[in-house]
C-alpha cells in the first residue's frame, strides 16, 4: 500500500504522466472495458487509479486463495 500511495503523489505532481504495461487500462468517461489478472500465488493484493485526485474513490482489495 506504501507503494500505491508514493505512485499517487508522483501522479498529483505529473498528472499527464504516460503509463505502459499489460496490467493496466485507460477507461475514459461513458467506456467500459475489461482486464483480466492472473494470479500464481495467495495472498492480499491492492489495486487503485493513479490518477490524480482518484486514489481515495477507486481502489480496492482482491483476495487470491489457493486452489
Same mark, same amino acid.
Given at each position: 500500500?506504501?507503494?500505491?500511495?508514493?505512485? &499517487?503523489? $508522483?501522479? #498529483?505532481?505529473?498528472?499527464? $504522466?504516460?503509463? %505502459?504495461?499489460?496490467? #493496466? =487500462?485507460?477507461?475514459?468517461?461513458?467506456?467500459?472495458?475489461?482486464? =483480466?489478472?492472473? !494470479? %500464481?500465488?495467495?495472498? %492480499? =493484493?491492492? !489495486?487503485?487509479?493513479?490518477?490524480? @485526485? #482518484? !486514489?481515495?474513490?477507486? #481502489? @480496492?482489495?482482491?483476495?487470491?486463495? &489457493?486452489?
Amino acid at each position: 500500500m506504501c507503494h500505491m500511495k508514493e505512485h &499517487a503523489e $508522483m501522479m #498529483r505532481l505529473h498528472p499527464y $504522466m504516460k503509463h %505502459t504495461g499489460s496490467n #493496466r =487500462i485507460d477507461v475514459l468517461p461513458g467506456e467500459h472495458k475489461e482486464l =483480466i489478472w492472473h !494470479f %500464481t500465488n495467495s495472498g %492480499t =493484493i491492492n !489495486f487503485a487509479c493513479n490518477y490524480s @485526485g #482518484r !486514489f481515495k474513490m477507486m #481502489r @480496492g482489495k482482491i483476495n487470491v486463495e &489457493a486452489e
